[in-house]
């Protein structure tokens, strides 16, 4: 579709993905329970494009999360 941010969660995969994963990953690992607002590449799609849409490419992040990793570079 012209226009379209082709890096950009469908809304349909987004809401499913974190309808199913409701928690941070991260938080979880820290031992805090914070709701994933977030979904993150794994493998960035600049990289490989094709993952987009692949649940095993993604993680359920937290706000805070997210931001410091994409910070990182992740």
């Known amino acids: 579709v012209t226009g379209v941010q082709t890096c950009a969660l469908p809304i349909f995969f987004r809401r499913r993905f974190l309808s199913g994963n409701p928690l941070c990953d991260d938080c979880i690992r820290e031992g805090l329970i914070r709701v994933a607002e977030e979904v993150h590449h794994k493998i960035k799609l600049a ?5 987009r849409l692949d649940p095993e490419n993604v ?5 805070s999360c997210h931001s410091k990793r994409t910070m990182k570079g992740e």
């Open 59 to 63: 993680v359920a992040l937290c706000k």
């Open 47 to 51: 990289d490989n494009p094709e993952l």
